[in-house]
Nanobody, 118 residues
Framework: QVQLVESGGGLVQAGGSLRLSCAAS???????????MGWYRQAPGKQRELVAV???????NYADSVKGRFTLSKGNAKNTVDLQMNSLKPEDTAIYSC?????????WGKGTLVTVSS
């Protein structure tokens, strides 16, 4: 089992930046077995969509809408992934949720709200 806790959401003006962090906790075996980890978001009235993810093959995938603006990285703290979001737009407003895939199961954090004002 893995627990995911997000932090870093908030209100920012268009053009601004925010940094989200996701910390994974659980057994050492579970953490080491995480195959995929990254961020999704769900805007009001829309389906959840992938934002950025580290894949099991070692690559990083980004949604087209965030390429060049968002950067996914391994955090300074152990077992964390950070999402640096620059040049934010009102359409980036959503609940951002951390996701990890382990043993074929999806684990989700509770989510953090990002609001971008125009």
């Amino acid at each position: 089992q893995v627990q995911l806790v997000e932090s870093g959401g908030g209100l920012v003006q268009a053009g601004g930046s925010l940094r989200l962090s996701c910390a994974a906790s659980g057994s050492i075996f579970s953490i080491a077995s995480i195959m995929v980890m990254g961020w999704y978001r769900q805007a009001p009235g829309k389906q959840r969509e992938l934002v950025a993810v580290f894949t099991s093959g070692g690559s990083t995938n980004y949604a087209d809408s965030v390429k060049g603006r968002f950067t996914l990285s391994k955090g300074n703290a152990k077992n964390t992934v950070d999402l640096q979001m620059n040049s934010l737009k009102p359409e980036d407003t959503a609940i951002y949720s951390c996701n990890a895939v382990l043993g074929g199961s999806n684990y989700w954090g509770k989510g953090t709200l990002v609001t971008v004002s125009s």
